[in-house]
């Protein structure tokens, strides 16, 4: 089971299918031919560049997925990764679509980001940017008025206080997608 919210039923989002669905079949029309002219030639199939394509298509997927079908998908950084994991194995256990980091990346579109305060200070400028464009959940074991203005400025949409209860993220994770994509 995964985590979809409403529905496409609306215009706004049908160019957008259309585009994404139209590089999705791109990449696998590429893929079918790449396998069937190795199997024609009864040469090697080109393997790196055919997990490139199938990566590819993944991701495309993905961006289908959520335009078509409302897919959320969360990134959960976390300086401790035994505990990102567990955090995004919940939440897949739970429907969403999730990846756990030790450090973050720039996020996808449409990705909702929860972010361990304790790593803002090894971030670059970069970083922050895409950080504050993606207005992470904020999670962190301080509740100092330092750590508030810290997600302030990174501008969280949520603010939680380890340890924190995945009923509570899920509720945060609701508030995030309810205030619109990133």
Sequence with gaps: MRRYVGSATGSSRSPELAA??????STLARLKAELELAQADGSA????RLLGDLDDALVLLRAVERVALGLVTV??????ARLADLTARGLRRLGYESDSAAAFRESRPGEVVVFDLSLYA??????????RSARPIVVTGATDPGSRSVALTLNASDYLV????????VAAISRRIADGPT
């Design 75 to 80: 990134l959960v950084v976390d300086d401790d």
């Design 45 to 48: 199939a080109p393997v790196e």
């Design 20 to 25: 994404a669905l139209h590089r999705l079949r």
């Design 162 to 169: 380890k340890p924190i209860e995945l009923h509570d993220l």
């Design 122 to 131: 090894g971030l670059d400028e970069e970083a922050r940017a895409a950080l």
